[in-house]
């Protein structure tokens, strides 16, 4: 892979002691959690490759760079006890630059099995950035600025990303709250609806509401970006047509390719292109597959990412693989009605290939880099690699954060 040497072997949690101050899990392994698949290049395209990762930022618009526990059977127990633990060692073994982490999200249930309580979320956003504090590879993102130094440091730019706004009720203030603690990037729903609109699972949607409107207005001013990636459709529009700002869909795929609800249709492409925004492509296990690759791998993912840069413009789509350092597939089954995903992967398409783990897509470290090698082996321009793996991402995010 491609080793930081800023890296020097800091654990989460290694300032508290082990079984102590809190419970000890065995965590899965980072690095070869099963037989990694690196797509191969000849000698001329291995140094592109290098020089490429060298000289340029490499953002992920959408992952959760945490470890979860070997055994997934434990897996309920760990999110519980609210001390997820970030992969530093294997994000070390990455070229990323820069991450959104999107925290707890669906599996944030310190207190309550239905997640998204104000206090746990509070809890989560805290306690991760206190291990942040902790060490000095990981560096807690603000601004654009802390991208460009993480780059020129050899570290990572770590920003928190909130999949919903549920946690905020009714109370807009909450807003201006979660941007002192860091968030920067906040989505408006999570497939079940709230205060603001309506998820992906509503067979009604009733698109974004008055409430959702001042939160927009509040977000916009404040320099949250928004995200609308697990929006019903009509939320999604309404979300793209209000905002004052362009907007990110950070982690989805095309419905167009493969016709399930997790994935959006191309009127949501498009509306968001117009406006500026721009669209992260996800590997969540079984989600991005399509017709001419029924097993997901990098190449049903690719595939993804090909269709809306041909629907909608290369300035318009980056990646957002949405991985973990773990059994992702495990964690879906086990959160199956926290995050409903059996809802959000109705397929109306023929049935897909079930599969253990994304083949070249198994985790953040994994993702990032066979993105790289896919467009250089598939002769993608240094320009537009430039586009899809940063500058579409800072373009919109200049115009956005208020820093």
Same mark, same amino acid.
């Given at each position: 892979m491609n080793k930081k040497d800023s890296y020097k072997g800091y654990e989460s949690y290694s300032y508290l002691k082990k079984g102590v101050d809190y419970k000890e899990f065995k965590l899965a392994k980072e690095?070869?959690?099963?037989?990694?698949? &690196?797509?191969?290049?000849?000698? +001329?395209?291995?140094?592109?490759f290098k020089d490429f990762v060298n000289n340029n930022l490499i953002i992920s618009l959408h992952?959760?760079?945490?470890?979860?526990?070997? #055994?997934?059977?434990?897996?309920?127990?760990?999110?519980? %006890?609210?001390?997820?633990?970030?992969?530093?060692?294997?994000?070390?073994?990455? *070229?990323? =630059?820069?991450?959104? #982490?999107?925290?707890? #999200?669906?599996?944030c249930v310190i207190s309550s099995d239905a997640g998204w309580k104000w206090v746990d979320v509070i809890h989560d956003i805290g306690m991760r950035s206190c291990d942040i504090e902790h060490q000095d590879f990981v560096i807690k993102g603000y601004g654009i600025e802390d991208i460009y130094r993480a780059k020129s440091e050899g570290k990572i730019a770590w920003f928190i990303s909130l999949e919903s706004s549920t946690m905020i009720e009714n109370e807009v203030d909450r807003l201006d709250i979660l941007y002192g603690l860091g968030v920067r990037i906040m989505g408006i729903t999570y497939s079940e609806s709230? $205060?603001?609109?309506?998820?992906?699972?509503?067979?009604?949607?009733?698109?974004?509401?008055?409430?959702?409107?001042?939160?927009?207005d509040r977000m916009n001013a404040l320099?949250? %970006?928004?995200?609308?990636?697990? *929006?019903?459709?009509?939320?999604?529009? =309404?979300?793209?047509? +209000?905002?004052?700002?362009?907007?990110? &869909?950070?982690?989805?795929?095309?419905?167009?390719?493969?016709?399930?609800?997790?994935?959006?249709?191309?009127?949501?492409?498009? $509306? *968001?292109?117009?406006?500026g925004g721009v669209i992260g492509i996800e590997a969540a296990p079984h989600t991005t597959v399509t017709k001419a690759h029924k097993s997901h791998s990098i190449e049903s993912y690719m595939e993804h990412f090909e269709y809306i840069k041909n629907l909608v413009g290369i300035e318009h789509v980056a990646f957002g693989p949405d991985a973990l350092y773990g059994d992702h597939v495990g964690l879906?089954?086990?959160?199956?009605?926290?995050?409903?995903?059996?809802?959000g992967m109705k397929s109306h398409d023929t049935a897909y290939d079930k599969i253990e783990?994304?083949?070249?897509?198994?985790?953040p470290?994994?993702?990032?880099?066979? &993105?790289?090698?896919?467009?250089?082996?598939?002769?993608?321009?240094?320009?537009?690699?430039n586009k899809v793996l940063g500058k579409n991402i800072i373009r919109v995010l200049k115009q956005v954060w208020v820093r």
């Open positions: 690095i070869n959690r099963v037989e990694p698949y &690196i797509i191969p290049l000849d000698s +001329y395209q291995e140094k592109k992952d959760h760079p945490i470890v979860i526990p070997e #055994d997934i059977n434990e897996l309920m127990q760990y999110e519980r %006890a609210g001390k997820e633990h970030m992969a530093y060692k294997g994000l070390s073994d990455s *070229c990323i =630059d820069a991450i959104f #982490d999107n925290m707890m #999200d669906g599996t709230n $205060s603001l609109g309506s998820g992906l699972k509503e067979k009604r949607d009733g698109g974004l509401t008055s409430f959702g409107r001042k939160a927009v320099g949250i %970006a928004v995200d609308v990636s697990h *929006c019903g459709v009509q939320t999604a529009l =309404d979300t793209i047509e +209000y905002s004052k700002k362009p907007i990110f &869909i950070t982690h989805t795929g095309a419905r167009g390719l493969w016709n399930m609800n997790r994935l959006m249709p191309d009127e949501v492409f498009i $509306s *968001c292109a117009e406006k879906h089954n086990l959160f199956s009605s926290n995050m409903s995903i059996s809802e783990y994304v083949k070249g897509m198994e985790n470290t994994e993702a990032m880099t066979n &993105i790289i090698r896919w467009l250089i082996k598939n002769n993608y321009s240094e320009e537009d690699m």
